[in-house]
């Protein structure tokens, strides 16, 4: 004799009831990484260990399929764990340095989204962190209008103002000559080059700086921060020496170097989104419709488009327009485009597979690199 059926309510009572016992384990994994933080730096291990999360991920993956569950699934789910984990650590090692224990630090335009993640980045090793920016405020931060109303007498100065005004500031800060680091956080250098001058020129300890990074981002791993030495050595190492206890990968260019890769970096990457989704707007074909044809690629690139669509548009145009390098990025991918159309429309089954072929081996290269530094 069998028991009552099981009702569906009692079903999705036991499904709540999972879903809570998993938040219990991320809970407990979360505190877990706290402690393998500080096991870490007792111990002078990295953060990350690549090896071992290899190891790991394969060990989820066969338990999974053994119990009849995706392995894609189990990975994906592991690697959001994983990437928790690393957050909660690279957090705690930043906190647990404190660098910035008995110094200050002034962000002009710490309001904004970017000054914003500067003033928390700063706040969590220990400095004191002052806010200047017109008319806004940050919870728990000291905040003035205006960044001449200051004494300057700040270890750091990070100027994280528009594109558009960032000059002006830094040529104003030359004729105070603060006594601190001062760097910017510009993702053109172009338009700041007179004011980076100035700076230098009146004996100033300047460097400048560009995260390759959005305002969101709370791990560092696998991020870029660029650096861009402009003949300071002492200033240099001071702003490297800020992101030494995270896990993000330090790169050292020229201001010149740094404008011309980031012509296709962000330049050619955002032309590309911007003339898709132009393309698409200008289709006649209504959105509903391509998303009941889409495909993965279509998808993939959708989302992409859709994120890009989404930013500042004065920011993007400072990073078309401002870019001394700029134009170039946008001739080869007018080239490109015309090369394509040309072997598609004359039928050049030869130059079609050519282009296909090349852009295969180009990122293999790429890939291969990416590989090698992991």
């Not at 830094?170 to 601190?180: K, N, S, V």
């Not at 910017?184 to 995260?211: F, I, N």
């Not at 861009?228 to 206890?245: P, T």
Request: with cysteine.
């Amino acid at each position: 004799m069998t028991g009552d059926p099981v009702t569906l309510a009692e079903l999705r009572q036991r499904v709540t009831d999972i879903d809570r016992q998993l938040i219990g384990l991320v809970a407990e994994r979360k505190a877990v990484s706290e402690e393998v933080a500080r096991v870490k730096r007792a111990t002078g291990r990295p953060t990350r260990d690549y090896e071992r999360e290899r190891e790991v991920i394969l060990g989820v993956r066969a338990m999974a399929e053994e119990r009849g569950v995706s392995g894609d699934l189990a990975e994906q789910l592991l690697r959001l764990l994983i990437r928790s984990s690393l957050t909660t650590q690279e957090q705690a090692s930043v906190a647990a340095r404190g660098a910035g224990s008995g110094r200050r630090a002034l962000v002009i335009g710490g309001a904004g989204k970017m000054g914003s993640w500067f003033v928390s980045f700063l706040a969590s090793q220990g400095f004191t962190v002052e806010v200047a920016d017109p008319g806004r405020a940050l919870p728990g931060s000291s905040c003035v209008d205006d960044w001449r109303s200051t004494d300057l007498r700040h270890d750091y100065i990070v100027v994280a103002t528009p594109l558009g005004i960032t000059d002006q500031i830094l040529r104003d800060l030359a004729l105070r000559r603060p006594p601190g680091v001062i760097f910017d956080v510009g993702s053109l250098k172009s338009p700041l080059r007179a004011g980076l001058v100035a700076l230098k020129s009146h004996g100033c300890r300047v460097t400048s700086v560009h995260p390759m990074f959005g305002p969101d981002t709370e791990l560092l791993s696998g991020r870029h921060v660029v650096f861009v030495d402009l003949g300071h050595e002492a200033a240099l190492s001071a702003a490297r020496e800020l992101f030494a206890s995270t896990m993000a990968e330090q790169v050292v260019m020229s201001l010149d170097d740094h404008d011309r890769l980031i012509a296709y970096v962000l330049g050619l990457s955002h032309a590309l989104n911007i003339a898709f989704f132009t393309a698409l707007a200008d289709s006649g074909e209504a959105a509903p419709k391509l998303a009941r044809m889409s495909s993965t690629t279509f998808d993939a690139q959708l989302d992409v488009a859709s994120r890009v669509a989404q930013e500042s548009p004065e920011l993007y145009y400072e990073i078309q327009s401002l870019n001394d390098y700029g134009a170039e990025s946008l001739e080869a991918l007018s080239q490109a485009v015309e090369r394509l159309r040309t072997a598609v429309l004359s039928q050049d089954h030869d130059a079609f597979v050519a282009l296909m072929r090349r852009g295969r081996d180009y990122l293999d290269d790429r890939r291969s690199v990416t590989a090698r530094r992991a």
